[in-house]
């Protein structure tokens, strides 16, 4: 058997969904096929059974989450399939009631976790940007948050925390490491550090406020679908425990350079104050957390992308960090 690391992308797929046909033997599902999906920073599989259900496994990345992180997305999703009538992804437990798959397989380096979940239909919502899909998002978001403060979080949950740029669990930080020096100019380090020690202090000072609570984490245009004029919640593995106003910045962040972002960002605080109180924020708030997104995304293409692709994309970034950075001179 050729070494996992030798393969091609397709023969390393291949292998992988061996791996979830081993782990959905343990799910009260009957399969009849599974296929290929998608690799973002998750590998996932569309899973058909014979009862014409669909579901989508999903094989977690060791970098972007841990265990812990897992089982407390698990326990806010049956909490919100349980207490709402919100329209969010939702896990399927195994034959034992359990919602997470430890499993291993000879060709496959490791152990690996995976989860399996119900088919979300329609499309991303990044198909449908307008004002009335975006009032929408607010309204959905503002829901969210009033169940996450409705929860009395046990022991066991233990969510990462947005308390400095590189908050993900076992973060490689590698924009400063002599291995990379090729990708970055001497302006561009110099702008990236800048923004950290700019942001550093606003990040560690927000969790002086009491009564964090759970967010979504990446709360997007990719991580919404629209069907038949309703939207569905997906991807909640980089929840996280903090403040409102974090997975507002998220959101807005990726409307950022559109035309219409005015537009588009005041139907969304519309929707939100419909249903929740609107946070007390400003725009130099805002700006310092998209600024942090930036400087971690930066870090991340550095060592996840190709140096075609990576350089580039932190080239944007940092002009824009640039322009951020001066505004606040």
């Known amino acids: 058997m050729k070494p996992y690391e030798s393969l091609t992308f397709r023969g390393k797929n291949l292998r992988l969904r061996k791996l979830c046909i081993k782990a959905l033997e343990d799910y009260p599902i009957d399969v009849a096929r599974v296929r290929y999906l998608t690799t973002e920073s998750t ?15 999903r094989l977690y990345s060791k970098f972007d989450s841990s265990l812990a992180e897992n089982k407390t997305e698990m326990y806010w999703l049956t909490a919100l399939a349980r207490d709402t009538d919100l329209r969010v992804v ?7 009631g359990e919602y997470i798959t430890l499993i291993s397989m000879e060709g496959v380096p490791g152990e690996q976790r995976c989860a399996l979940y119900k088919w979300v239909p329609g499309v991303q919502l990044a198909n449908h940007i ?19 403060q409705s929860l009395n979080l046990p022991d066991r949950i233990s969510p990462k925390r947005w308390g400095k740029i590189f908050y993900f669990p076992d973060e490689l930080v590698v924009y400063d490491k002599a291995e990379y020096a090729s990708l970055f100019t001497a302006e561009q380090l110099s702008t990236l550090e800048a923004a950290i020690d700019r942001v550093t202090p606003f990040l560690a000072g927000m969790y002086r406020k009491k009564n964090p609570m759970l967010l ?114």
């Open 130 to 148: 307008s004002t009335r899909s975006y009032r929408q998002l607010g309204e959905l978001m503002a829901k969210l948050h009033n169940h996450s």
């Open 43 to 57: 590998t996932m599989f569309r899973v058909d059974a014979t009862d014409v259900n669909k579901y989508v496994i």
């Open 216 to 329: 979504h984490g990446d709360m997007h245009y990719w991580n919404v679908h629209i069907f038949r004029g309703e939207l569905y919640l997906i991807d909640f593995e980089d929840m996280l425990l903090g403040y409102p106003i974090q997975d507002i910045s998220i959101c807005l962040y990726y409307l950022r350079n559109e035309k219409k972002y005015a537009e588009l960002a005041d139907a969304f605080l519309d929707g939100y104050a419909r249903e929740r109180n609107l946070p007390s924020f400003n725009k130099r708030d805002l700006h310092l957390l998209w600024m942090a997104r930036m400087v971690n995304f930066v870090n991340y293409v550095a060592h996840m992308d190709t140096p075609e692709d990576a350089k580039p994309y932190i080239a944007a970034r940092c002009e824009e960090l640039d322009g951020f950075l001066a505004k606040m001179a």
């Open 90 to 96: 939702e896990p399927v437990a195994r034959k034992d």
